[in-house]
């Protein structure tokens, strides 16, 4: 059955894609059992095509369900094992830049359920976020207000880039985005929220725009799309 | 080893996955995959593991030393075999299975399942 080239090609695909899926796993769980996984998933593979002579979705809605739900089991399990800030590695730097994107969180947050709920991202005054910049363009300390509104999000980004550059010097250079992952998860989070605060605080209008662009007319226009909302 | 000593040694609740690996290890060492095939055809296909939880399930039995992982020379794959304590566990696991279709039998509950109230009158 795998003798074609076209099987053996279709079947390192499916290999691949099993491989990423594994990376969802727990490091220590990963490095046991994660090869006799690879080989039970082959296994499957190589059954479902001999039986049914193609690859149904079904087969790949259970393997999905299956992974979502052990990935799920055994961070639970490595949590409860080593205690929730032993597992996800939280320091000083997180708290503090938790604290400063907390606002924000709760503000763009519900600034978002807002224009999901309303199907529309372009409005520009709609949900918190509008109210807060109708408040910044009315209230006469429209720099200041804006400068926090940045600088907040920055500090914690940047804040939370220390215990980033300290596990990357302690690893001697070898250590991978994966494996950062794993190693600094909040850390890596504050700074991404932190980074895609910025952009929406200091894009206004932009980054609503984009993204009712992106859903109304996809990806095949997107350099247009990004001409359209750059000044938005 | 008696069945009460049996259950306070380990902390694994027999849920299904489990009861049908330790089954299907019963006979004899198998490797992943077999282990999930035999479990679909000793539950007539109504447990179906795929790799996430049958490995879930293999990783919490050789910590509760149900089972080891084997070396083997000739294969790529680890294999699994049942301990002392897991055999002593599914032992004691079928003989309350064997109790309870007794106690149903005697009460004829496989014919008539609703004689229950009037069996424990």
């Known amino acids: 059955m795998y003798d074609t080239k076209e099987n053996v090609l279709a079947f390192s695909k499916q290999d691949a894609f099993y491989k990423a899926l594994l990376l969802l796993y727990p490091e220590s769980y990963r490095d046991h059992f994660g090869q006799e996984m690879l080989f039970a998933f082959e296994d499957m593979y190589q059954e479902e095509v001999e039986k ?11 393997v999905f369900l299956d992974t979502v739900e052990s990935v799920v089991t055994e961070h639970m399990n490595m949590m409860k094992k080593q205690g929730f800030k032993k597992y996800l590695n939280i320091n000083a730097y997180n708290v503090i830049g938790g604290i400063l994107l907390l606002p924000f969180v709760l503000i763009l947050g519900s600034d978002f359920i807002g224009r999901l709920v309303q199907g529309d991202f372009s409005h520009p005054n709609m949900g918190l976020a509008g109210f807060l910049s109708r408040s910044i363009l009315y209230s006469g300390y429209d720099k200041l ?28 250079n070898k250590l991978t985005f994966r494996k950062l992952l794993f190693t600094r998860p909040v850390s890596l989070l504050i700074v991404g929220m932190g980074l895609l605060f910025i952009l929406i605080v200091a894009g206004h209008d932009a980054v609503p725009c984009f993204v009712n662009q992106l859903i109304s007319k996809g990806f095949g226009n997107i350099w247009q799309t990004i001409l359209v909302c750059k000044n938005a | 080893m008696s069945k009460s000593k049996a259950f306070s040694n380990s902390n694994v609740s027999l849920t299904p996955q489990i009861f049908y690996i330790l089954l299907s290890l019963a006979v004899k060492e198998r490797h992943g995959y077999e282990i999930m095939k035999q479990v679909e055809n000793d539950s007539s296909g109504k447990l179906k593991l795929g790799p996430g939880t049958l490995y879930g399930a293999i990783k919490r039995m050789l ?22 304590k897991g055999r002593a566990i599914f032992s004691n696991e079928l003989q309350r299975y064997e109790e309870a279709v007794e106690i149903a039998k005697e009460r004829n509950l496989f014919a008539n399942p609703s004689a229950t109230k009037s069996a424990y009158v």
């Open chain 1, 52 to 62: 049914y002579g193609k690859i149904g979705l079904g087969f790949w809605i259970s």
């Open chain 1, 145 to 172: 207000l804006w400068a926090i509104l940045v600088f907040a999000p920055l500090l914690a980004a940047v804040l939370n880039l220390i215990p980033l550059a300290s596990s990357l010097r302690g690893e001697s």
């Open chain 2, 63 to 84: 910590e509760e030393k149900l089972i080891v992982e084997l070396d083997t020379d000739h294969s790529r794959r680890k294999y699994y075999k049942l301990t002392d």
